[in-house]
């Protein structure tokens, strides 16, 4: 366990669908994000939360909704997704947003099926 | 706008081998430089930095040295296990304050006995 905990860590979903991923951490940061791994391509930073507030929004399609309730938990929210939209979905932690990458934590992922 | 290119992979060696993976970048300013390892079914763990020109990043025999005349920064390992199969991913995090880090694609690493 690195100290950041993602739930499931898998996921098979119809597009009609409607599910959410959940990150959570223990560490004390105050930033937390979400990535897009998907296979042969650069990690993709989707979403930014530093204190619970968004401050990136990546050009997200809105079929993806984040959630941040506290700072220590990360939601994403899914609703009518693609095909396209399979891939592995990470989230990372940070003591706040300004934090050099070498202070992230990542978490292990959970990797997303849409059928 | 900031990139990062790798080699693209898989590269396959066997045990004992020695490790290069290319990794060049393009960037405005003084960025710092990481490789992240990522082990199957797992997440990204930071494996070297460096955070200046000619700084040598090191870890678990791993090194990289940033090279600003080049632009490059690439991994090398004397000796590889099979234990170090997996992706390994080299990473920049461009200066003046924009905290958002750009990605290269994976260089996947499969070592055989």
């Known amino acids: 366990e690195t100290g950041v905990t993602q739930t499931p860590r898998h996921l098979v979903m119809g597009m009609t669908n409607k599910k959410s991923l959940k990150c959570e951490q223990h560490?004390?940061?105050?930033?937390m994000y979400w990535y897009k791994q998907s296979a042969k391509k650069p990690l993709e930073l989707m979403f930014v939360?530093?204190?619970?507030?968004?401050?990136e929004n990546n050009s997200v399609p809105s079929r993806f909704s984040p959630e941040c309730p506290n700072s220590s938990h990360l939601f994403l929210h899914l609703h009518t997704l693609q095909p396209e939209d399979s891939a592995l979905y990470l989230c990372?932690?940070?003591?706040?947003?300004?934090?050099?990458?070498?202070?992230?934590?990542f978490g292990s992922g959970t990797r997303l099926t849409v059928v | 706008g900031n990139s990062v290119t790798q080699m693209e992979g898989p590269v396959t060696l066997s045990e004992e081998a020695f490790l290069t993976i290319n990794c060049t970048y393009t960037?405005?300013?003084?960025?710092?430089l990481f490789w992240y390892v990522q082990y199957p079914g797992e997440g990204l763990q930071l494996l070297l930095k460096?955070?200046?020109?000619?700084d040598k990043g090191s870890n678990k025999g791993f090194e990289a040295t940033y090279r600003k005349e080049t632009t490059s920064f690439h991994l090398e390992k004397g000796s590889v296990q099979v234990s170090d199969s997996a992706v390994y991913f080299c990473?920049?995090?461009?200066?003046?304050?924009?905290?958002?880090?750009?990605f290269g694609r994976g260089t996947s690493l499969i070592v055989h006995p």
């Open positions: 990372a932690s940070s003591q706040d947003h300004s934090v050099a990458l070498y202070g992230y934590t």
């Open positions: 960037a405005t300013g003084y960025p710092s």
């Open positions: 939360y530093n204190f619970k507030e968004q401050t």
């Open positions: 560490l004390g940061h105050n930033a």
């Open positions: 990473a920049l995090e461009a200066s003046g304050g924009s905290y958002i880090p750009t």
């Open positions: 460096a955070t200046k020109a000619d």
